[in-house]
C-alpha cells in the first residue's frame, strides 16, 4: 500500500507565501490557477528534507489549505504521469517472506552497484533516491518505487524497466526475489518482515484500532498506482469525477490477488478487500465529490475532520490521541497548544487518507493490485488515455452522470469478489470495461505519442473476460495441481 505523499507533493518544507502569488482566488466557487504563472513541483517552490525548520510567520488558516490544492494547477503542457508500484520480496530457496537484513542488503547493493543516494533513518537504511525517483519500503517490506513525473508512457515503461533490471540484479545474488502480485500469497501476517520506521508504528497501530484489516493491508498488499494531473478546479472536479466512477472498473482489469496462506481466497482482489474493511473515516468512495459543491474547499472540509495519525517534530512522531486537524487548526487540544499548525503538517495529513482517489497537489489513481511489468506499465496507459484526453474525459462524464451512489457503492463492494463477472445493469462489467478500453485506446491515439500498445494486456482482458486473478487460479487447479509454489515462479519478476 502507498502511504506516503510524492511525486507532486512538496518535499516537507513549502514556503506558503510562495504558493499564493502564483494562486489567484477569484471568486469562492471557482479558483483559478493562471496559466501563464502556474508552478510546477519542483519549481519556484523551495522544498527541503526537515519538516522540523518550519518556523510559521502568521497562524495556518483553511484558505491555506485550500491554496495548497490549488497550487498544484498545471497548464496541459506541463502535465506529467508518476507512476508508482510495489512488489513483495521472497527468498528464493524457501519460498519465504525476506528478512529485514536482506532488504538492507538489497538497498545497499543497488546504491551501490547504481549509483543511488542512501535514504537514512536513525542510522539505518530506509531508501533511495535519484534524480526524481524515489525507493523506498512499506511497512511489511515491500520494495517501492516511485517514478519520476515523465511526459510519455514510453519514459514510464523505460524507467519500469531499468529499475526491475537494477532490483533484479542485485536480489539474485542475495538469493531473494520478487513477485508481480496484490497480495502476499502464502505466509500469515505473524510471517510478514517488520520494518522498523517509527511512521509506521504509529499508522499500523492506528489502523488496528480503527479495522479489522489495516495491519494486514498495510504489509502484505501491493499496489501500481498513476499521479496525474489538473489545469484548473473545475478540471480536478470532472478528472475526480470520471475517475472516482471507474476505480473500480480498474481494479476488475487488475484484479490480481487471489491467494491467501497458499490457497484461494475467495476473492479476485484481496487487496482490495482488505481496505474496505480499514479506517472508514478515510478511505472509500468518498460520494460528495458528486456533489454540486464539491471543490478544492470540499475537499479541505473532508480532511479537516479526519483525526490525524500523528504530528511530526523535531524528528519525532507523537501521538495525536484523536485529534482532528481542525481541532489541531483551533488550538484545541491541549496537550499540543504549544505546536503551531504547518502547511507540511498539512501535507503528511493528507498522506495519511486513502479514498480510492486521492488528492494531492496532482490526483492518485488507487484501485489497482500490483502485477507483472506489462500490466504496470498499462495502468498508467489507461488512466492517461481516460483523463488527459478531452474528448475521452467529457465521454465519460457523460456516460457515468447517472450513475448513483449506491451503484458506485455496489461496484467497490462487489468487483473484489466477481471482477468483470459483476453484473451493472443488467450487463456484466465485462462489457462496460470494454467500452473503456476503447475511450483509453482513443485518448492515447489523440496525444499521437503511439503509446496505445501499452493497453494491449487490458484489451486482451476485456477480450477474454479473464482477469489477472482468473488466470492465476486456473493454473492453480490445473498445470500447478493446488499447489501455490509454482505462482513463486510465474510471477517472479
Ligand atoms: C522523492 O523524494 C523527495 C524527497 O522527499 C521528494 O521531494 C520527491 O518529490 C520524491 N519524488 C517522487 C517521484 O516521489
Ligand atoms: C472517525 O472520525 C471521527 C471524528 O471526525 C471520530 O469521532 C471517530 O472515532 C473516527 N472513527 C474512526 C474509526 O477512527
Not at 508500484?85 to 519465504?96: A, D, P, Q, S, Y
Not at 487548526?329 to 496537550?335: A, D, I, P, Y
Amino acid at each position: 500500500m502507498v502511504l506516503l505523499l510524492s511525486f507532486c507533493g512538496l518535499g516537507a518544507v513549502i514556503n506558503l507565501d510562495a504558493l499564493k502569488t502564483y494562486v489567484s482566488f477569484s471568486t469562492k466557487k471557482s479558483l483559478t490557477c493562471k496559466r501563464n504563472k502556474i508552478v510546477a513541483s519542483n519549481q519556484g517552490i523551495k522544498a527541503t528534507a526537515s519538516a522540523s525548520a518550519v518556523v510559521a510567520t502568521e497562524p495556518l488558516t483553511k484558505e491555506d489549505l485550500i491554496t495548497y490544492f490549488a497550487s498544484g494547477c498545471k497548464p496541459k503542457e506541463m502535465w506529467r504521469i508518476g507512476t508508482e508500484h510495489e512488489k513483495i520480496g521472497f527468498e528464493v530457496n524457501t519460498l519465504r517472506p525476506m528478512k529485514y537484513e536482506q532488504i538492507t542488503a538489497l538497498l545497499n547493493g543497488i546504491s551501490e552497484r547504481f549509483d543511488w543516494d542512501k535514504v537514512m533513518e536513525d542510522g539505518r537504511i530506509i531508501g533511495l533516491q535519484q534524480g526524481m525517483q524515489n525507493i523506498s519500503l512499506e511497512s511489511g517490506g515491500q520494495l517501492e518505487l516511485s517514478g519520476a513525473p515523465v511526459e510519455t508512457l514510453h519514459q514510464t515503461c523505460e524507467e519500469l524497466h531499468s529499475h526491475l533490471y537494477q532490483v533484479k540484479t542485485v536480489a539474485k545474488e542475495l538469493g531473494i526475489g520478487f513477485l508481480g502480485i496484490g497480495y502476499e500469497p502464502k505466509y500469515s501476517l505473524e510471517d510478514a518482515t517488520i520494518v522498523p520506521k517509527k511512521r509506521f508504528e504509529f499508522l499500523i497501530d492506528h489502523l488496528a484500532r480503527v479495522g479489522p484489516s489495516g495491519p494486514d493491508m498495510s504489509s502484505r498488499t501491493c499496489t501500481v498506482q498513476v499521479n496525474l494531473d489538473y489545469s484548473s478546479e473545475t478540471d480536478m472536479i470532472r478528472k475526480f469525477r470520471a475517475s472516482l466512477a471507474l476505480q473500480p472498473i480498474s481494479t476488475a482489469l487488475f484484479a490480481n490477488s487471489p491467494f491467501s496462506h497458499g490457497k484461494p481466497n475467495g476473492f479476485l482482489s484481496m487487496r482490495s478487500h482488505l481496505w474496505i474493511d480499514s479506517d472508514k473515516n478515510r478511505t472509500g468512495m468518498i460520494p460528495f465529490v458528486f456533489d454540486d459543491s464539491f471543490g478544492f474547499e470540499r475537499y479541505v472540509e473532508y480532511a479537516l475532520d479526519i483525526p490525524m495519525c500523528f504530528l511530526y517534530r523535531n524528528k519525532r512522531h507523537i501521538n495525536c490521541r484523536g485529534m482532528t486537524f481542525r481541532d489541531f487548526l483551533s488550538g484545541k487540544f491541549s496537550h499540543l497548544s504549544n505546536e503551531q499548525p504547518t502547511i507540511s503538517d498539512w501535507e503528511v495529513h493528507i498522506g495519511t487518507i486513502w479514498p480510492e482517489v486521492r488528492l494531492k497537489r496532482c490526483m492518485e489513481m488507487r484501485g489497482a493490485d500490483g502485477g507483472p511489468l506489462k500490466m504496470l506499465c498499462a495502468l498508467p496507459a489507461f488512466w492517461v488515455g481516460l483523463l488527459y484526453d478531452e474528448e475521452s474525459l467529457q465521454t465519460i462524464l457523460d456516460m457515468i452522470s447517472d450513475w448513483t451512489t449506491e451503484e458506485r457503492e455496489m461496484l467497490r463492494t462487489q468487483v473484489p469478489i466477481t471482477g468483470l463477472k459483476t453484473m451493472f445493469r443488467d450487463r456484466p462489467l465485462k462489457d462496460v470495461a470494454e467500452i473503456f478500453i476503447k475511450l483509453a485506446t482513443d485518448g492515447l491515439e489523440r496525444r499521437g505519442y503511439r503509446e496505445t500498445g501499452f493497453l494491449e494486456p487490458l484489451a486482451e482482458v476485456v477480450r477474454t473476460g479473464v482477469t489477472p486473478a482468473e488466470k492465476l487460479l486456473e493454473l492453480y487447479n490445473g498445470d500447478w495441481g493446488q499447489s501455490i509454489d509454482p505462482l513463486f515462479q510465474e510471477l517472479h519478476y
